[in-house]
């Protein structure tokens, strides 16, 4: 399907006036910081906006509701802004990897681990909503690099986001 089909069908689903979305419970474990999160190794707008672009997020998190669970959330971010979010899980960090079954906080779940949505870059940090939960789902990550090392830092939205802590894009 052309990207930008995918991209107004994520528009109009976010548009639909979805139910809000609170903090809500969250879902996996933050992972903690590799380095400290300060301003110098922060990405800013344009460099963010660069990096993610035709690429594809990926975190590996601890799963809060299932333990000795992992899950693997990948974020396609397309040059056009839209997004694919899709999410696996497994019994080790490594894998093997399944599709999720289900995705979204316990307030809220959604059957499958598929998704699409839209991203962008608003005051310097990485934002998406996923169609099935609404725009106001959106969560932010602030982007910080020391080295070949890539972490993100919530900014805003919903617990069960699950990017916090190292993350690596390809």
């Not at 474990?29 to 906006?49: C, I, Y």
């Not at 997004?83 to 307030?107: D, H, K, L, N």
Request: aromatic share 6%; proline share 5%.
């Amino acid at each position: 399907m052309p990207r930008f089909v995918l991209a107004a069908l994520a528009c109009a689903a976010l548009a639909s006036g979805a139910a809000a979305q609170s903090r809500g419970t969250p879902v996996c474990k933050d992972a903690p910081m590799p380095f400290a999160a300060t301003e110098a190794n922060r990405l800013s707008a344009a460099a963010l906006q660069q990096a993610v672009s035709g690429k594809t997020l990926v975190y590996v998190r601890e799963s809060i509701r299932t333990p000795g669970t992992w899950i693997k959330g990948e974020r396609e971010h397309r040059g056009d802004g839209s997004m694919i979010y899709t999410c696996a899980v497994a019994r080790s960090a490594e894998g093997p990897w399944r599709p999720c079954t289900s995705f979204g906080p316990a307030e809220r779940q959604v059957a499958g681990g598929r998704d699409v949505g839209i991203w962008s870059v608003k005051n310097g940090a990485l934002c998406s909503a996923k169609a099935a939960f609404g725009e106001r789902s959106e969560d932010c990550f602030a982007i910080h690099r020391q080295g070949g090392v890539l972490a993100a830092r919530r900014v805003s939205g919903p617990l069960a986001a699950c990017v916090q802590g190292t993350v690596t894009l390809q």
